[in-house]
């Protein structure tokens, strides 16, 4: 028997990837409808190309980010898991700080972020589609890092958070009554 938490993240991903595969094949017809007259058709079979790459490799590349973060900041490697349709990153005996862990929850947001939204700028418009292409899949990965991250923040001054993978532990201090 599935766990309810991963059969619920099962759904997530597949509605993700159904919605990028099929945001990318209405994107590139209407795009193919609406083309300047002189552009080479040949581009459209590298933007299917790397459309159909960035759905397969990148919960790969997303994780193995979160993966880089933890250890620079923790100096210890987390355990990183695919499963059916799932791709996690981290390991019950790594304890956080609240700064820890946002810095390990935002970075491939951040990091991928920084590394191609140059490119979207400074390649020709013919072009910009391939580095567009893994910027958007980085902003979908990113919607359950904006989850954990808000959780992380409410976490209480002091407190610690355990990431498991799919969910993560808050232990705050004890307060004096």
Same mark, same amino acid.
């Given at each position: 028997? #599935?766990?309810?938490?991963? %059969?619920?993240?099962?759904?997530?991903?597949?509605?993700?990837?159904?919605?990028?595969?099929?945001?990318?094949?209405?994107?590139?017809?209407?795009?193919?409808?609406?083309?300047?007259?002189?552009?080479?058709?040949?581009?459209?079979?590298? /933007?299917?190309?790397?459309?159909?790459?960035?759905? #397969?490799?990148?919960?790969?590349?997303?994780?193995?980010?979160?993966?880089? $973060?933890?250890?620079?900041?923790?100096?210890?490697?987390? +355990?990183?898991?695919?499963?059916?349709? +799932?791709?996690?990153?981290?390991?019950?005996?790594?304890?956080?700080?609240? $700064?820890?862990?946002?810095?390990?929850?935002?970075?491939?947001?951040?990091?991928?972020? +920084?590394?191609?939204?140059?490119?979207?700028?400074?390649?020709?418009?013919?072009?910009?589609?391939?580095?567009?292409?893994?910027?958007?899949?980085?902003?979908?990965?990113?919607?359950?890092? +904006?989850?954990?991250? %808000?959780?992380?923040?409410?976490?209480?001054?002091?407190?610690?958070?355990?990431?498991?993978?799919?969910?993560?532990?808050? /232990?705050?201090?004890?307060?004096?009554?």
């Amino acid at each position: 028997m #599935l766990d309810p938490k991963l %059969r619920i993240l099962n759904k997530l991903n597949t509605f993700a990837l159904i919605t990028i595969l099929s945001g990318s094949a209405v994107g590139l017809v209407l795009n193919y409808c609406f083309r300047m007259a002189g552009e080479p058709g040949g581009m459209y079979s590298i /933007y299917i190309l790397c459309g159909v790459t960035c759905c #397969l490799i990148y919960p790969y590349v997303h994780e193995f980010a979160h993966a880089l $973060a933890i250890v620079l900041v923790k100096r210890h490697v987390p +355990a990183v898991k695919f499963g059916k349709l +799932a791709a996690w990153c981290g390991s019950p005996d790594i304890v956080f700080t609240k $700064a820890q862990y946002v810095f390990a929850a935002s970075f491939p947001f951040l990091f991928y972020s +920084a590394l191609l939204i140059p490119f979207c700028v400074l390649l020709p418009p013919l072009y910009f589609p391939i580095p567009f292409m893994p910027l958007t899949y980085n902003l979908f990965g990113s919607v359950a890092d +904006a989850f954990m991250l %808000r959780k992380a923040l409410t976490a209480p001054r002091g407190g610690i958070i355990v990431d498991g993978g799919t969910e993560i532990v808050i /232990y705050g201090p004890v307060q004096n009554m």
